[in-house]
């Protein structure tokens, strides 16, 4: 629990009036931010220096604001109060023509029709047989702090006064149901539906594309990746080739994908993920002796010191065969493993096994890096490798960083809607989704059908529901899977796929979505 102050320093009159009188918030970093309060907290007139105390809970960006007990006078509130401070808001995570199209919708009264608009992705990128779903925990967490702040608001002056009162009181009332993360889609796979009026599902769009599309690329071919290890562990190392906060996410899709552990401590420490490093070139580069010769031998030791013989040595600073006896030579036989990050990794894995297991160090692992994707670690598979560290590819989707989903409405007051566009057609109606499987679990094709109506029938086929709920009139729904469950769920969701789904050559999606009712 984090606490901060919020002091009002005029004198009150009406209950009300805390909700425009309070317009700052000092946090626990002493950070001044911009707030804005949603709900009014009833206070008694005539007190000067009313103190108030909002707590933040761990898994929220939310805060919440209680009367302090230090406040003079009586001091009574009604109800809690959320402070939306300016760094946790998504609400300028979007594109102008987005507010545009509100602001005429709710001039000529359409804001207020009742519309869907549905998350898709019109054909896989690369050629892949298959996508993965994954951000999905994030874009509801984006939807809920979808909240304007007063500093917001005056960023935004080519609106008109209505619009601008419209976003002051914004919060997303609506539904959304669609793929829970970890699953499987394929071309035209209702991934997601958002419901509710046209003017506040409209300005939801690129917030949450920009998630779905980054965070399903990632674990996509994060996914491919941990097919090609074949059991083996994957490290994610790619922070230092994408932007900061894509570091982060990026660790939790690859994550979500089967990775065992990020090297990124804010990944770590936000998502609970299994950190993973220690020492790069410079460590080595760093020990010399007092004539500028090199000294491996010190740094492997000053490392073994400080973390143990378990730790991993980088041995290819110099040359790799002297670095590997070094690193024996001063760790002992119980070292934890040595790491290759250049060269043939093929040829150098053989001859470091070889070598590890002459000098009694069999049980020593090998983790192998350097510019690696899903086929470069397919053609390691024979290879002794026992870990593999993958940056640059995994951050940037490994040639496809984006999944290319869309955001297109499908129904405006209960009529279905659809585009014909040529190569851009969707198809109309609010849909749910089952996917048919055979009695052996193989998967057969995805049926997408009516949202609410029955399931159709499948004949001697087995199905599996893909369409849950995970918004009721704006609040996340409880008990939806964690980043572990997610993660379970994929591998699951892999088995269940025809052989060939799994290759890595170029081939049309391993299912088809067949559309029924719609």
């Known amino acids: 629990m984090r606490l901060l102050s919020v002091h009002a320093e005029e004198h009150l009159k009406h209950v009300g009036d805390i909700t425009h009188r309070i317009n700052l918030v000092i946090p626990h970093n002493a950070l001044p931010g911009s707030v804005r ?3 009014d907290i009833g206070i008694h007139s005539g007190h000067r220096c009313c103190c108030w105390h909002a707590h933040r809970h761990q898994d929220s960006t939310e805060w919440r604001a209680l009367a302090g007990t230090d406040c003079p006078g009586p001091l009574q509130p009604t109800r809690l109060l959320t402070v939306i401070d300016k760094h946790s808001s998504t609400a300028l995570l979007t594109d102008k023509y987005e ?10 009264g359409s804001g207020e029709r009742q519309v869907a608009f549905e998350v898709f992705g019109r054909r896989l990128p690369n050629e892949r047989r298959y996508g993965v779903v994954a951000g999905t925990a994030r874009v509801l967490d984006a939807i809920r702090n979808f909240r304007f702040t007063e500093e917001q608001l005056a960023s935004l002056d080519f609106l008109d006064d209505r619009t601008l009162d419209y976003l002051r009181n ?22 997601l539906t958002v419901r509710g009026t046209f003017a506040e599902c409209v300005i939801l769009e690129t917030v949450i594309l920009s998630i779905l599309n980054a965070d399903s690329a990632i674990a996509s071919a994060a996914t491919r990746m941990v097919t090609a290890a074949g059991g083996r562990p994957i490290i994610e190392m790619g922070s230092r080739r994408t932007h900061e906060e894509a570091a982060v996410t990026a660790a939790r899709a690859a994550y979500l994908a089967g990775f065992s552990a990020t090297s ?11 950190a993973s490093g220690t020492a790069a070139h410079a460590w080595t580069l760093l020990h010399t002796n007092p004539d500028g010769t090199t000294n491996e031998a010190a740094a492997f030791k000053a490392q073994i010191d400080t973390l143990g013989t378990d730790t991993t040595l980088l041995v290819d600073t110099y040359d790799i065969t002297e670095g590997v006896n070094t690193a024996i030579e001063v760790a002992g036989p119980e070292l934890g493993g040595v790491r290759i990050d250049s060269g043939d990794l093929g040829v150098l894995a053989r001859q470091v096994r070889q070598q590890l297991d002459s000098l009694g160090a069999h049980n020593t692992n090998i983790v192998v890096s350097s510019d690696l994707d899903e086929f470069a670690i397919a053609a390691l598979r024979a290879e002794p490798v026992d870990v593999y560290g993958v940056g640059t590819s995994v951050v940037t989707g490994s040639g496809a960083p984006t999944a290319g989903l869309v955001y297109k409405m499908v129904e405006v007051d209960g009529v279905p809607v659809a585009k014909r566009s040529l190569d851009k057609r969707s198809h109309g109606g609010v849909k749910a989704a089952i996917r048919t499987c055979r009695r052996s679990g193989t998967a057969v094709e995805e049926i997408a059908f009516p949202l609410g109506s029955e399931i159709p029938d499948v004949g ?3 199905y599996r529901d893909l ?11 409880d008990g939806l899977p964690t980043l572990e469950e997610s993660r379970d769920h994929l591998v699951k969701a892999l088995v269940s796929l025809p052989w060939e789904g799994l290759a890595l050559s170029r081939d049309e999606p391993v299912l088809s979505v067949r559309f029924h009712g719609v």
């Open 460 to 462: 001697n086929l087995h």
């Open 99 to 108: 507010l545009t199209m509100l602001q005429a919708s709710l001039a000529d």
């Open 264 to 274: 990124n401590l804010e990944a770590a420490a936000r998502y609970n993920i299994p």
């Open 467 to 477: 369409t849950i709920p995970m918004m009721r009139d704006g609040e996340v729904v």
């Open 170 to 191: 914004y919060s997303f009332s609506g539904q959304v149901d669609g793929y829970r993360e970890g699953e499987l889609y394929f071309p035209a796979s209702p991934i």
């Open 37 to 39: 309060f949603r709900h």
